[in-house]
């Protein structure tokens, strides 16, 4: 279970990097799109970035856990 959750974490995490980057590089453009919000605001950034991070979280140990209660030879016995 960890094994997986790990790798989903892992890549959720590149992914939220690479979004953070390309948000504060694009930030000057959506200077005009956004309402009393700073463009380079920390908090905003920060709470989008760990509810993303919460929601890959929830994606990867639901369904870890499910695969954890089937027994592997009557799955294997099933394909």
Known sequence: MSLVSRRIMLTAG???AVG???TAAASGLMATLIYEVAP???VTY???ALALLAVAAL???VPTLRATRVNPASAMRAD
Request: charged fraction near 5%; hydrophobic fraction near 60%.
């Open 14 to 16: 590149v992914g939220v």
């Open 20 to 22: 953070l980057v390309g």
């Open 40 to 42: 380079t605001d920390a």
């Open 46 to 48: 920060a709470s989008g």
């Open 59 to 61: 994606a990867a140990v």
